[in-house]
């Protein structure tokens, strides 16, 4: 059985789905129409699985729970989650993965702007964000951990793998990027560099990931070389003051 | 070159009759002022970086230390004061942006202090309050618009979750990085047995705060330092701050010098990395936006915490709080431009924002004519120096008091106003471990204690004299304030009328 979410507004919907959660450890809503908080802190061992266009903030705070969106997503999907992962069969808005300090997000199209926005991460914990097609403006804006890889793939003509300002601010993380780039897009402060062995094994787990999730060839992926974009210095604003 | 040569603030001058070269001092100063002579017995002072903390004075066995302020004049000129040609010249040798903590030092109108309270002769009697009760408990939260009760009177009204404080006093976000874990743990200490609340800032909760959490406020800044569903829910409320009186419209950093591994783990972000929140939310760029991150969090905690904004009173403040109130927010806090912080750019500080009272009154008359008042609880911040204050800014309509710096002085803070250097003699604004230890909590969150329960009795003695017994009919009522030397205007504004009228 699953939830129809119909056109009832959020609150009914993320309550059904609570209520559901308390005996099952999966829920399968259907005919979502931009519902918002979706999958709000969902924790682990629980799945959700939507379709339609989930809302802004889906999955937000989440705790370590699985969400699947057959569907394209909005603005702020994985908003300060904790751990978990998130796949998007479509899109995403902004701000993608806002402040994540865990878990894995696997996109299979583009997303817009301010995508992995201050990532961070903390001793085991590191986030993880995968981008099937291109990204919009300020990807990876003052992210201080974890990782970012962004495919290029179905780019059409004139389609760029990022738009301005790519990893302005960025202190920490590193983003795995594929094929050609827009080099003047890139903040001053990126140095690119080329992939380390560690690197590599490390990429490929998670180009494997997106191949199983959504079904695309491994090997005519990894066939494009990558390159590496990491901050040049950790303390971007270590010199900016004087005590007065 | 001696061009960069900036003439001291102080001159430490030591009694040497009264001096035994015991060397408390040496030990004490980490601004390394106090030092032995070359023969190991003498002790000396150079001056040139005594900050005024008073910490050597004060503990001084012999009562020997006095500091004075070191004039160095230069022509007098009442547009280049001395202090701009030094800001001056600290840039020209840097290029950086200059750096000051605490609050606004800068002589603006203290509306506190042209403000006077009334109290009842004749007409109605005064009351007591060491013989008859006085209620100043206070209950923050969105009130229901109205009553609805069954047949035998029971309420049918679901409330909204409400917080229920024993003083309308609570204490201030500041973060652990921004001040020590002794410091933060001495407040969380002070507000469970007070019956009120701590604001842990954006720091994240550090393990060691556990056993306090139904008295702390958790913050949930654009960083979203240590934010996760726990956090949320391990708290009286969630507050989202969007700005801070002290530096409005500019986000935080905490250097990277001050994330050791407790504050790095507080933060769960690595040691020694910089911790930034810039100026915005990124999933906030309008009042519908800040309405979706509200929900967030009314969501992730299962609609049982009040959630607070926390705004910068600014020109628009009244505008703002009535956006604030409808996208949801349960409580909103107004941080005045006089209040205090760690660090701020010294030019926000000193410029940017207005003084809490004309905020607070604004923001409180607009809610009012919009009929939407009791939607929200007003917490008023910004420089709270004595009981007075308080009970001047319920009169202007704040439910409750947001103090920071009065309960740092409590704890030895001299607003020397160098939080920023990290060398806090008094333990507070500093990681330093041999600094930290020196604030005991066990000591300090008594000495909390006994300023807001004075507090709370003047504030009592002061209602009393009003002939009003409960802090509710205080709360709004302007009619208990006269302004003195105020221009029509600025009566309009805060709503009150003349000394004399």
């Known amino acids: 059985m699953s939830i129809k979410a119909g056109l009832r507004g959020f609150e009914a919907v993320n309550e059904e789905i609570k209520q559901e959660l308390l005996s099952k450890d999966k829920v399968v809503v259907e005919q979502v129409n931009g519902q918002r908080y979706l999958g709000c802190a969902l924790d682990t061992g629980k799945t959700l699985e939507i379709h339609g266009t989930a809302g802004n903030d889906l999955a937000c705070y989440l705790n370590g729970g699985r969400i699947i969106v057959h569907g394209n997503g909005q603005d702020a999907l994985g908003n300060t989650m904790g751990g978990g992962e998130i796949i998007v069969h479509g899109h995403s808005g902004d701000a993608l993965g806002y402040g994540m300090r865990d878990g894995q997000i696997y996109v299979r199209d583009n997303v817009c702007c301010r995508g992995g926005i201050h990532m961070k991460e903390f001793r085991a914990m590191k986030p993880v964000l995968v981008i099937g097609q291109n990204a919009g403006s300020f990807l990876g804006e003052y992210m201080s951990g974890g990782t970012i890889v962004l495919l290029g793939l179905n780019l059409k003509r004139g389609e760029k793998l990022f738009g301005t300002h790519c990893a302005s601010g960025m202190h920490g993380g590193k983003i795995f990027v594929r094929g050609a780039f827009p080099k003047q897009n890139l903040s001053p402060n990126i140095k690119v560099v080329s992939l380390e062995e560690e690197d590599k094994k490390e990429l490929e787990g998670y180009v494997k990931h997106y191949c199983k999730y959504f079904h695309e060839d491994y090997e005519s992926i990894m066939n494009k070389p990558f390159k590496k974009l990491v901050p040049a210095t950790s303390r971007p604003y270590a010199n900016m003051y004087v005590a007065n | ?501």
Not at chain 2, 228 to 248: D, F, M, T, W
Not at chain 2, 294 to 303: E, F, G, L, R
Request: with cysteine.
């Open chain 2, 1 to 501: 070159m001696a061009i960069d040569y900036i003439p001291r603030s102080f001159t430490i001058v030591r009694d040497k009759e009264r001096c035994i070269d015991c060397g408390c001092c040496v030990r004490q100063c980490s601004n390394e002022c106090h030092y032995f002579a070359d023969d190991g017995k003498t002790v000396l002072a150079d001056s040139q970086n005594c900050v005024a903390c008073h910490r050597c004075v004060d503990l001084c066995p012999t009562h020997a230390l006095r500091i004075e302020k070191y004039i160095c004049d230069y022509r007098e000129n009442a547009n280049w004061t001395a202090q701009y040609q030094q800001e001056i010249c600290r840039q020209a040798d840097s290029g950086g942006t200059l750096l000051s903590a605490m609050g606004n030092p800068k002589p603006y109108p203290i509306y506190w202090d042209k403000i006077l309270l009334n109290a009842s002769q004749v007409t109605n009697p005064s009351i007591d309050p060491l013989r008859e009760p006085m209620e100043i408990r206070t209950i923050l939260g969105r009130k229901p618009e109205r009553m609805t009760v069954e047949e035998k009177g029971k309420s049918t009204i679901k409330m909204p979750p409400q917080v229920v404080l024993e003083t309308p006093i609570m204490f201030s976000a500041m973060s652990f990085g921004s001040i020590s874990l002794n410091a933060q743990k001495s407040l969380a200490m002070a507000a469970k047995n007070l019956g009120t609340l701590f604001n842990t800032g954006e720091g994240g909760l550090h393990p060691d705060l556990e056993a306090y959490t139904d008295h702390a406020i958790v913050q949930v800044a654009s960083g979203r330092f240590g934010v996760h569903k726990e956090y949320l829910n391990r708290s009286r409320y969630v507050e989202i701050k969007i700005g801070q009186g002290a530096k409005p419209g500019i986000g935080g950093h905490l250097p990277g010098e001050k994330v050791n591994v407790e504050v790095s783990n507080a933060r769960m972000i690595p040691v020694g990395s910089d911790a930034i929140s810039p100026a915005p939310h990124h999933d906030i760029y309008s009042i519908e936006d800040l309405r979706q991150l509200i929900w967030s969090i009314k969501q992730a905690t299962d609609n049982t915490k009040p959630v607070c904004v926390k705004i910068a009173a600014v020109h628009n403040v009244a505008a703002i709080v009535s956006g604030c109130a409808r996208a949801g927010a349960d409580i909103i806090a107004i941080d005045g431009f006089r209040g205090g912080t760690g660090a701020a750019p010294t030019r926000i500080r000193d410029n940017v924002g207005i003084p809490i009272e004309l905020a607070l009154a604004a923001a409180d008359q607009r809610l009012r004519e919009e009929g939407i008042r009791s939607h929200v609880s007003l917490v008023a911040a910004g420089s709270f120096r004595c009981s007075a204050d308080i009970v001047k800014a319920i009169a202007l309509g704040a439910d409750a008091c947001y103090c920071a710096s009065a309960p740092l002085i409590a704890m030895g803070c001299h607003m020397c106003r160098t939080c920023n250097t990290g060398k806090c003699n008094w333990g507070i604004a500093t990681q330093r471990p041999e600094l930290t230890k020196r604030l005991n909590p066990d000591i300090m969150h008594q000495r909390v204690e006994n300023l807001i329960t004075a507090w709370n009795h003047e504030i009592k003695e002061i209602m009393g004299g009003m002939g009003i017994n409960s802090i509710d009919s205080l709360r709004g009522n302007r009619l208990m304030l006269r302004g003195i030397g105020l221009s029509e205007k600025e009566l309009q504004i805060l709503g009150i009328k003349h000394a004399g009228e």
